[in-house]
């Protein structure tokens, strides 16, 4: 599986790859899918392990750079295809809380979520990234006061950290609190975001990644 000239993305259907691809439309790049079925091990086959060795998606392959890791491709992308529109330039103030959200994604809400959901919540002073109950005050204390992560203006944090809650409420492993549901109704009412979601979670095989 050698990378392509051009943008390739790896993706398996009904995964965390889905973000990216909402990533993508919403830059409106062209690209190409290498899908790497998780369901059939795809994922650690030594060709696609060359591409992301910790064998999973997604990964990104750009004019000779691979990306790997969900917030780090939605800011790779946004940086070099949506610098100061999806993503604050590096003089605008805004770009600090961007990059707070970006991280947070798959540092806190992610880890937090997952452990929740199997109750195996660790003691929130051992974690790094908090108890679960912190977690969930601070998007909704944040989203009660804000249309978007970033101030009011949507931004790639929108993409990779919305995109992780609109999955997380789809799998019940966060709160359907009206705060939360009425952001992931302002995500799910973007064109790009039902591209991705047709193209990537097969309704009839997994439902949509969320409702409105
Ligand atoms: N930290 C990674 C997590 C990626 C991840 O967990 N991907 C899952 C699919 S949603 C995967 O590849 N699972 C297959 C496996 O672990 O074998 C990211 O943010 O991209």
Same mark, same amino acid.
């Given at each position: ?96 809380? *961007?990059? %707070?959200?970006?991280?947070? +994604?798959?540092?806190?809400? =992610?880890?937090? @979520?997952? !452990?929740? $959901? #199997? ?50 409420? *789809?799998? %019940?492993?966060?709160?359907? +609190?009206?705060?939360?549901? =009425?952001?992931? @109704?302002? !995500?799910? $009412? #973007? ?22």
């Amino acid at each position: 599986m050698a990378a392509k000239r051009g943008i390739t993305l790896y993706h398996s259907p009904a995964s965390r790859a889905f973000i990216t691809y909402w990533m993508l439309e919403e830059l409106g790049v062209q690209f190409d899918v290498e899908t790497v079925d998780i369901r059939k091990g795809d994922q650690k086959k030594p060709a696609y392990l060359k591409i992301n060795p910790a064998g999973k998606v997604p990964a990104l392959s750009d004019g000779g750079a691979i990306v790997t890791e969900t917030p780090a491709i939605c800011m790779f992308l946004a940086d070099r295809y949506g610098y100061g529109t999806l993503a604050p330039r590096i003089e605008d103030p805004r770009r600090g809380e *961007y990059l %707070r959200w970006m991280v947070y +994604s798959s540092a806190v809400v =992610d880890p937090a @979520a997952e !452990l929740h $959901a #199997r109750q195996m919540d660790l003691p929130g002073n051992v974690a790094g990234f908090g108890t679960y109950e912190d977690m969930v005050a601070v998007l909704e204390g944040h989203l009660a006061r804000h249309k978007y992560l970033v101030g009011d203006r949507f931004t790639a944090a929108d993409v990779a950290l919305g995109g992780e809650i609109s999955m997380l409420l *789809y799998n %019940r492993k966060l709160p359907d +609190s009206a705060v939360l549901t =009425d952001y992931n @109704a302002r !995500l799910t $009412a #973007r064109p790009a975001y039902h591209r991705a979601s047709d193209a990537t979670w097969p309704a009839h095989l997994f439902g949509p990644p969320a409702e409105a």
